[in-house]
């Protein structure tokens, strides 16, 4: 979660995270038991990184404050748990209208994916190039003699795929559309593969 930060900067970041509004350096200070000049280098790097941002100026009896807190990317340090509502809304989902629609609304996602991807055919090494760009670790695999692989090393959402299988179906359907075919899935993580590995299938047209 906090790869690369020292203790303090995890102090700071989560006494921010406590206060939306933000801190002034005179409250780290005090909340962190670390010197003020201590606190600027801390929030200077992490400003840096764009983890904290300068927030509003807090009027006092002297000198404003200037406030700090937490910006998105710092933010998005503390966990998510996105998969658990994701799995529950595909769970209901499946209840109300079946496995097959549950396959059929699959396909259509990946399909619009693809579409907002690109308006044109591409080939392997271009859709993989794509795939990158909405998180798949994916590179082409050329093999002696034999067709063009698209191979995905990670699986993006692994998680609610176990429970649910058909949103393998998804990852079939953008392939294809990006390239304008029908997809093998070759070897697939779900069932045990190292990787997760496609070959497509072009239309004669």
Known sequence: MFEGLGRTQQDLLSALLY???????????????V????????LSALERDDLVT????????RRPEQLYQLSRQ???????????LANLLIGEVASLIGEEALI?????????????????RLDEAQIAARM???????????????PVQIVAHNCVFHQLAEAHPQICELDLALIGSLGGGQVQHLECMLRGGQVCRFQLLRDAS
């Not at 206060?19 to 038991?33: R, T, V």
């Not at 710092?74 to 658990?84: D, K, M, T, V």
């Not at 396909?107 to 994916?113: P, Y």
């Open 132 to 146: 990158k760009e909405v998180g798949y670790e994916a590179e082409v695999f050329f093999r002696s003699g034999g």
């Open 74 to 84: 710092g933010q998005e340090l503390f966990p998510r748990h996105y998969h658990l």
């Open 19 to 33: 206060k939306p509004a933000g801190m002034s350096i005179e409250e780290l200070a005090g909340q962190l038991a």
């Open 104 to 120: 059929g609304l699959m396909r259509s996602l990946g399909e619009k994916i693809a579409r907002d991807l690109s308006a044109t």
């Open 54 to 61: 300068r927030g509003e100026l807090r009027a006092t009896g």
């Open 35 to 42: 010197t003020r000049t201590a606190v600027r280098q801390h």
